[in-house]
């Protein structure tokens, strides 16, 4: 018999450096909704967020600082959710920023 070095591939995954890597279209994004409740009151919704940070003394500094309710939402698919009263999308983007939570660039509002 014959024998052969036959060297068998193995799976190539085109994208693995990708994933380590900071480029466009990996990154998490943390989105700010604002959703239309009933005449012109209105509801702000946090969600995207890292997992290992508390949602509860987030939910609190925020609701200090803008003087305004909130709690945080369990979602089966969305994971948690902070929801705020009011149209706070702008406050909560510059908190997020100032508290070093997320980038700016990581940050997409929504509505209107």
Do not use: W
């Not at 997992?51 to 698919?77: A, M, P």
């Amino acid at each position: 018999m014959v024998d052969l070095d036959v060297q068998i591939p193995s799976a190539f995954d085109p994208f693995a450096d990708a994933k380590d890597s900071d480029a466009p279209g990996t990154k998490e994004y943390v989105h700010i909704r604002v959703q239309q409740r009933n005449g012109k009151k209105c509801l702000t919704t946090v969600q995207g967020l890292k997992k290992e940070f508390s949602y509860d003394k987030i939910l609190k500094d925020l609701k200090k600082d803008f003087c305004c309710n909130g709690n945080v939402v369990q979602d089966k698919e969305l994971g948690k959710i902070i929801q705020l009263q009011g149209d706070q999308r702008k406050n909560v983007s510059q908190f997020l920023v100032q508290a070093g939570l997320v980038k700016k660039d990581q940050i997409k509002i929504h509505g209107f």
